[in-house]
């Protein structure tokens, strides 16, 4: 009697376990493509990105070459010429909701609804970075220590000259200080 032998159809455990392994693999290659550091949608957001910051300088020079005509023509100073350039970014569409600071009569900075940050200037569309929201250090928190002379007294008024002197040793943050709640100055450290 001659033995039959059974023949097997189908896959084994072992490659199952290997088949699985090799999609797990694949997968984990098809997520890093798409959201890595250099994925796919991460390079979508950063064209997007480059797009809207494009435009907005593309809007900002089209107004300057409109109003530099202007300008000579009407013998304009920087101060006009910054005035009728705010009044320009006022009636444009995509700039409604910017946010306009007259620096001096030289300088205007925009700051668009997406926090992208322009410099203009007499000849010049400088786009200088985003503008970034960073948590303020509280003064308890921080290693910052002030000293008055005179030495205020509680509940005290004094129509001298007060001299605040600001101690630290953490360089992370730039210190500014205002007389008046508006016009802010940088703090020069003394050594």
């Given at each position: ?61 089209l107004?300057?070459?409109d ?27 995509k ?6 600071n ?61 001299e ?13 200080y ?14």
């Amino acid at each position: 009697m001659e033995k039959h032998k059974k023949k097997q159809n189908g896959i084994t455990l072992i490659a199952l376990v290997i088949t699985i392994i090799i999609l797990l693999i694949l997968a984990g290659i098809t997520i890093v493509t798409l959201t890595g550091e250099n994925g796919i949608l991460n390079k979508a957001n950063t064209a997007q990105e480059e797009t809207k910051k494009k435009e907005y300088e593309e809007i900002l020079k089209l107004i300057a070459n409109d109003l530099r005509g202007d300008k000579i023509i009407n013998d304009w100073n920087n101060k006009t010429y910054l005035d009728e350039f705010e009044k320009e970014i006022s009636k444009q569409e995509k700039l409604k909701d910017a946010q306009i600071n007259r620096i001096n009569d030289e300088t205007l900075i925009i700051v668009t609804k997406e926090k992208y940050v322009y410099k203009i200037v007499e000849n010049d569309i400088i786009y200088i970075g985003k503008q970034q929201i960073v948590d303020i250090p509280t003064l308890e928190e921080s290693t910052i220590k002030f000293t008055y002379n005179p030495s205020p007294k509680e509940k005290e008024w004094t129509n001298q000259n007060v001299e605040v002197n600001i101690e630290t040793s953490d360089t992370q943050y730039q210190l500014q200080y205002s007389l008046n709640n508006t016009n802010w100055k940088s703090y020069r450290f003394s050594n």
